[in-house]
């Protein structure tokens, strides 16, 4: 099995701290290590060193490189422009050896935690089985919701397909994209519907097969690229192919059109670290306050301060409040609102404050 680890985004819910220069999955946001540093060693000792892949966007190489020296360089891949994870992926199988092709891909993202590591590491086992013997399937990893988040994907399981140790494996009988609150307060009551971790593994041909059915304009892009590989004029014809894919999820370009996925539930402590809120649930219980910083405080509750301790903040009689506060900007929002962090962006980049992204 061969793991790639996508790293190239940009973590704009977490601004202003996760900012363009230095995204999310290089933050220190859980523990001593970057959340990079704590997905690449979740993984030991159960999976090799020379079968770990990075990928990132090339203005970060020189970050990947620092953090994980251990990795090998030629398993770094440097994205020549921001597209989403089907392009990090194709780029990925244009790169690997023909012998590559007979060995299923695990795909992780580079900014989640995981707090049951044993587990997790038996689930990807659990699922390698599970492929290795129906290869004409995608299998998720799938963690039961514990709040009604609308900025993930929800997969609903069908009928039992196989049980392998104590896991068991489900068709999934449906797959939505980041519901309406309406719908994930919904999804979180019922017992079939589970949070999509973006954890895949599948074999890399059927995803060329797919993409060529579903998106067949980066299919024939991939192709160029792979086919260029150790020509002389390699590095033009990858940039440019690269940069015109379609910048598509695999989510919603292949996830949810293809019949042939399968569920894994797991019970591994997992979260996306999606907004502000999320890390706070992390950090803290729900109904507590969390402070980090040089923070004063009267009267206020279930607060989030995510500060420095050269900057003092006081707070009086607030309530439900994440404030965060960088050498340059101070963010103030309400908890149930975190997710809109996003829209901030958008406007600083609609009146050209880049400065500030």
């Known amino acids: 099995m061969n793991i790639l680890i996508l790293a190239g985004g940009r973590g704009t819910r977490l601004w202003p701290l996760s900012r363009k220069a ?18 690449v060693h979740r993984l030991f000792p159960e999976f090799a060193l020379e079968n770990i892949f990075i990928s990132t966007n090339k203005e970060y190489l020189n970050e990947v490189k620092a953090e994980l020296p251990e990795i090998p360089k ?3 891949i440097a994205e020549p ?21 007979d060995s299923p891909i695990l795909v992780l993202p580079s900014d989640h935690l995981i707090k049951n590591r044993k587990s997790f590491q038996k689930a990807i086992l659990a699922a ?108 033009k014809i990858f940039q440019e192919e690269y940069s015109k894919m379609d910048n598509v999820s ?23 670290i999606g907004s502000w809120t999320v890390l706070k649930n992390c ?9 980090k910083g040089n923070y004063i405080d ?12 050269n ?14 506060v960088t050498d340059d900007i101070i963010l103030i929002c309400d908890k149930d609102h975190s997710q809109k962090v996003k829209e901030v962006i958008k406007k600083l980049e609609k009146n050209k404050d880049f400065g500030f992204v």
Do not use: C, H
């Not at 707070?315 to 965060?324: D, R, T």
């Open 22 to 39: 230095k995204p999310k999955q290089f933050q220190k946001l859980i523990s001593d290590k970057t959340m990079l540093q704590e997905t």
């Open 74 to 76: 030629a398993n770094i």
């Open 81 to 101: 422009a921001s597209r989403e994870r089907l392009a990090s992926i194709l780029l990925f199988m244009a790169s690997i050896k023909k012998k590559d092709f």
């Open 128 to 235: 390698e089985k599970f492929i290795k013997s129906n290869p004409d399937y995608i299998i998720i990893l799938a963690e039961k919701p514990t709040f009604p988040d609308t900025g993930l994907g929800y997969a609903k399981k069908g009928k039992l397909l196989k049980s392998i140790g104590n896991f068991e494996i489900y068709e999934t009988k449906y797959f939505k994209e980041k519901p309406n609150l309406k719908r994930a307060k919904g999804y979180l009551k019922s017992e079939n519907y589970f949070w999509n971790t973006a954890i895949y593994l599948f074999y890399p041909s059927l995803i060329e097969k797919l993409t060529k059915e579903f998106v067949p304009d980066n299919y024939k892009r991939y192709k160029t690229i792979k086919e260029a590989r150790g020509k002389k004029n390699y590095n």
């Open 250 to 272: 695999v989510e919603y370009s292949i996830i949810e059109n293809y019949q042939n996925v399968a569920l894994l539930p797991v019970n591994i402590g997992w979260s996306d």
């Open 283 to 291: 950090l803290s219980s729900p109904d507590k306050s969390f402070i």
């Open 298 to 309: 009267i009267d206020s509750k279930n607060v989030m301060v995510y500060g420095s301790f």
């Open 311 to 324: 900057k003092l903040v006081a707070g009086i009689g607030i309530k439900n409040l994440v404030i965060v």
